[in-house]
């Protein structure tokens, strides 16, 4: 294939990345994204084969290797449920990390094979300053994705993990790295054992910056892995000149890294604080206010379905305890019934609600609720007031009146789903303790409030058989 023939597959490879992106923005056309994407890849890769001089040994490795990797994601993909969707794009990302670390290791080592040498045998400079940087992001990307991956799978405790002098170890680690990406690039690549110090001090630095941030704050982190991820590919594809690399790369590092900052305004967070220590990491406001004796008002799965096919207005808010339990399915089949009864029904979502982004309109896209009864916080928070019902399945901080009246709260400012303007708050939970971010919800004990106490999914199957 000539040259001239895989720049144009390539740019319509990355033409066709952009218009994923695009269908991606929006749940109506989000399989037609995933098939742009996947005929984009598809293409990136044939035009590769095709395009670089492989002998038989070497196709026959690459082809076995999509044929193995291809089939286990496939498996993967077939059998993970929607509630552990969250662990898998960390598991995902720590392997684009671990793949640019093996591709810059590649590059160093038989540079010729990757036309980034000079005449006398050294490595290029540019090219090694750009393999640095793949490698060092790379790393941090796989380490810190592992970490969020034992997170959020409950391997390792979500709670923020800080110690004294954190900050400015993570500082130095960072001095060193420039430290030895300038040593190696002076070497000519040379002195090969930097790349690999290198690489060490990104993998501590990838753990280092991940094991702080609290469970609450998952979704900009994995957004921010996301971002890390895009940005390692990009870098090497400077390295390797492969246009398809560099911009698939810049697309989801820029794509990641927009999506974070949505996600720290949905928190009112600054990155930078993210970055540097766990969302929910002073609860003792929270464990001062435990200590009052409050009662609440619980009630039944028969008290919600009369009040709820009884109201004008109902507004659903789902969370990280619908999906625990997986309870979205008899939820649609809930707000079914109560559109046949002539009730107006729809569906608030948070940004940060769940584990990773939008992960409230996959679950509910799963149980095929309709697009149009779906808004996001900012469209739907002035509806609270007229609704006669908000009923809240599992969703406990982003609908925490403290983000708003108490100024000593950790979420103090955060933007809430402000459901306790409604008439009547049902509130589905477990028990009342506190949610991800271990902060206490004072809603729980509001006049209007009634607590429906209970796995979700039972719950709600409960409430349908007595809306019947």
Known sequence: MSANLAALLYMVS???FIMALRGLSSPETS??????????????????????????????????????GGGIGAVIAKRIPMTDMPQLVAGFHSLVGLCAVLVAAAALYEPHAFHIATATGKLKGLSLVELSLGVAIGAITFSGSVIAFMKLQGLMS???????????????IGVAIFVFITFLTASGGDAKIAFWIITLLALVLGVLLIIPIGGADMPVVVSMLNSYSGWAAAALGFT??????????????????????IMCKGMNRSFISVILGG??????????ASDVDRSVKQGSAEDAAFIMKNAGKVIIVPGYGMAVAQAQHALKEMADILKEEGVDVSYAIHPVAGRMPGHMNVLLAEAQVPYDEVFELEDINSEFATADVAFVIGANDVTNPAAEEDPTSPIYGMPVLQVWKAKTVFFVKRSLGSGYAGIENPLFFRDNTMMLLGDAKKMSESIVKSLD
């Open 158 to 172: 979500g709670a923020p993990i800080v110690f004294k002098g954190q900050h400015w170890l993570n500082l130095a």
């Open 14 to 16: 990355g033409i066709l």
């Open 279 to 288: 969302f929910g990491a002073d609860t003792s406001a929270a464990a001062a």
């Open 31 to 68: 399989r037609q994204g995933n098939y742009l994407g996947m005929a984009g890849m598809a293409i990136a890769i044939g035009t590769t084969l095709f395009y670089v001089e492989l002998d038989g040994l070497g196709l026959f490795l690459i082809l076995g290797a999509v044929a193995i």
């Open 240 to 261: 390797l000149e492969n246009t398809a690399l560099l911009i698939t790369g810049a697309l989801v590092g820029s794509s990641g890294a927009i999506l974070s900052y």
